[in-house]
C-alpha cells in the first residue's frame, strides 16, 4: 500500500520555539494531505486540510498563523508550530490520500508514522 | 453531542473470546464508514471499511445500520495481538474529512 513518512518522529524542545514536521508521500502524489493532532487519551481531531499549491483549509478553533502549513510540492507538506507552548505538546500526525483517475480522492487515508512533540 | 460516541471500555477479554464494539454517529449525511485500529503511540491503521450489507474479514465482522446510524466491530476468537484501540471513523459525504471516534480500548488476556 501507499507509504507516507514523516520527520521527526519526536522533538523535545524549549517554550517558545517553532517547529518543523514534514510529511512526506513516498510512491505516490499526494495533491491533498490532513493534519492531526491527538492528545492522550483522545481523538484524533483535524486539524487542517493541506492542498497542494493553495492555501491549506483550517478547523474551527485552529489558528492557522500558529501551525503554519505548505503544501509546495505532490509528495510534502510541512506543518510549521510557531512559538511552541507546552499546550501544543501533543501527537501529530499527517496522513494523505490518493487521488484517483477520475479526480476523486480514493477512500483509503494513509497515515504518517506520527510526530511526538514535547514543548518544556 | 459529539459527531461519533463509542464506548472508551476498556474491555478485558479472554484468548478466544468474541467482543463486540459499538458506534453511533450523528450526521445522517455521513457516507463512508470505518474502523481503524491504533496501537499505543503509534499511527491509525485501516481495519476495515463497513457497508450496508455487513463485511467479514477473517475473524472480523462489522455492520452499518444507517436508520439507526450505528456502526458495530465484532472480533471472534480474540488473540493477544489484538489488544489495541479501536476507532470508529465517518466520512461526510460532502467533504475529504474523517471524523474519529475517541476510541474503545481492548485488552487480550491469556
Known amino acids: 500500500g501507499a507509504v507516507v513518512s514523516q520527520h521527526p518522529s519526536w522533538v523535545i524542545c524549549k517554550s517558545g520555539t517553532s517547529v518543523k514536521i514534514e510529511c512526506r508521500s513516498l510512491?505516490?502524489?499526494?495533491?491533498?494531505m490532513f493534519w492531526y493532532r491527538q492528545f492522550p487519551k483522545q481523538s484524533l481531531m483535524l486539524m487542517a486540510t493541506?492542498?497542494?499549491?493553495?492555501?491549506?483549509?483550517?478547523e474551527q478553533g485552529v489558528e492557522k498563523d500558529k501551525f503554519l502549513i505548505n503544501h509546495a510540492s505532490l509528495t510534502l507538506s510541512t506543518l510549521t508550530v510557531t512559538s511552541a507552548h507546552p499546550e501544543d505538546s501533543s501527537f501529530y500526525i499527517c496522513?494523505?490520500?490518493?487521488?484517483?483517475?477520475?479526480?476523486?480522492?480514493?477512500?483509503?487515508?494513509?497515515f504518517g508514522p506520527g510526530t511526538r512533540l514535547l514543548v518544556l | 453531542r459529539k459527531e461519533v460516541e463509542q464506548d472508551p471500555g476498556p474491555f478485558n477479554v479472554p484468548e478466544g473470546a468474541t467482543v463486540a464494539f459499538n458506534c453511533t454517529y450523528s450526521?445522517?449525511?455521513?457516507?463512508?464508514f470505518f474502523w481503524y485500529r491504533q496501537d499505543c503511540r503509534k499511527e491509525p491503521k485501516l481495519l476495515m471499511s463497513?457497508?450496508?450489507s455487513g463485511n467479514e474479514d477473517g475473524r472480523f465482522t462489522a455492520q452499518l445500520n444507517r436508520a439507526s446510524q450505528y456502526i458495530s466491530l465484532l472480533i471472534r476468537d480474540s488473540k493477544l495481538s489484538d489488544s489495541a484501540t479501536y476507532l470508529c471513523?465517518?466520512?461526510?459525504?460532502?467533504?475529504?474529512?474523517?471524523?474519529f471516534g475517541t476510541g474503545t480500548r481492548l485488552q487480550v488476556f491469556p
Open positions: 496522513s494523505a490520500r490518493v487521488r484517483l483517475s477520475g479526480g476523486a480522492l480514493g477512500e483509503t487515508q494513509y
Open positions: 510512491d505516490f502524489q499526494a495533491t491533498t
Open positions: 493541506s492542498n497542494e499549491g493553495s492555501k491549506a483549509t483550517y
Open positions: 450526521n445522517s449525511a455521513s457516507q463512508s
Open positions: 463497513v457497508y450496508s
Open positions: 471513523v465517518v466520512n461526510l459525504g460532502n467533504t475529504d474529512k474523517l471524523i
